[in-house]
């Protein structure tokens, strides 16, 4: 599909305003934190969410549901008072590949974050992290989430962009927390500047970009997600990744 300039804008902006909308929210990971109200509830319940969105997307939220039902829905104070006997109550799930083993590290690595490093935010957003360079932001969080004793199987469940992982997840969550708009299907929550967020990368956006001609790199990593990033902001210096609505929607829901 080959459009001028002008043109893909205007398509952009078009399936952006169709697919922004807190009526796409139900069949969305998304919908998971915004069952809460509380800022921390928040941002534990889409990071835990957006950690297991790959997949069917009915099995994501079904799982996400469990796992906060698992936390008597009220998933900061689960965090910041878990002891032993809590995590075993975790030890039957399973999404995938992420199973009772890497959910209750990541529940401790949480916890580690909450009482001693400020929280989720002040992990992924602080500018020691550096620079508001996503990048390095992202790997720096990692670093600090696997500053604990860890088992060695559940790394593969934070991706490392600085060796060139798209982190769709990160990127995605990191969109969520951060992205300001009136219709607020984005909580706008944490002050990170939204023309340094990341467009999520994955298999349909990745094939829609190729096809609308805005991503040349073959391969879904980090080259190709600086790419596409950088293309977007041709049409959006300030908030490239509003674009993702678009991309995504056309992939999952026009079988662009």
């Given at each position: 599909m080959k459009l001028k300039q002008n043109e893909l804008k205007e398509f952009l902006e078009e399936k952006y305003d169709k697919y922004n909308r807190l009526d796409f929210i139900e069949s969305d990971p998304i919908s998971i934190p915004h069952?809460?109200?509380?800022?921390?509830?928040?941002?534990?319940?889409?990071?835990?969410?957006?950690?297991?969105?790959?997949?069917?997307?009915?099995?994501?939220?079904?799982?996400?549901?469990?796992?906060?039902?698992?936390?008597?829905?009220?998933?900061?104070?689960?965090?910041?008072?878990?002891?032993?006997?809590?995590l075993k109550?975790?030890?039957?799930?399973?999404?995938?590949?992420?199973?009772?083993?890497?959910?209750?590290?990541?529940?401790?690595?949480?916890?580690?974050?909450?009482?001693?490093?400020?929280?989720?935010e002040k992990v992924l957003t602080s500018s020691h992290a550096t620079e508001n360079n996503l990048q390095h932001?992202?790997?720096?969080?990692?670093?600090?989430?696997?500053?604990?004793?860890?088992?060695?199987?559940?790394?593969?469940?934070?991706?490392?962009?600085?060796?060139?992982?798209s982190a769709k997840r990160l990127c995605m969550y990191m969109r969520w927390m951060t992205r300001k708009d009136k219709r607020k299907v984005d909580f706008g929550l944490w002050k990170f500047p939204s023309e340094n967020l990341m467009c999520p990368l994955d298999v349909h956006s990745g094939n829609v970009a190729?096809?609308?001609?805005?991503?040349?790199?073959?391969?879904?990593?980090?080259?190709?997600?600086?790419?596409?990033?950088?293309?977007?902001k041709q049409f959006d210096t300030n908030d490239p990744v509003k674009y993702d609505f678009a991309l995504f929607g056309l992939g999952v829901f026009e079988k662009f």
């Open positions: 069952q809460f109200t509380k800022k921390e509830d928040i941002e534990i319940a889409g990071f835990l969410s957006a950690t297991i969105a790959w997949g069917q997307r009915v099995t994501i939220i079904k799982n996400a549901n469990l796992l906060m039902n698992i936390m008597d829905n009220a998933p900061h104070e689960f965090v910041l008072n878990a002891k032993a006997k809590d109550k975790l030890n039957g799930f399973k999404h995938r590949t992420f199973n009772g083993i890497d959910v209750s590290f990541f529940i401790q690595s949480l916890q580690y974050i909450y009482k001693n490093k400020g929280g989720l932001n992202i790997t720096y969080f990692r670093n600090v989430f696997f500053s604990i004793p860890h088992p060695l199987r559940t790394k593969k469940h934070i991706s490392n962009p600085s060796e060139n992982s190729r096809k609308l001609g805005i991503l040349k790199r073959t391969q879904n990593d980090w080259k190709a997600v600086t790419e596409l990033t950088t293309t977007l």
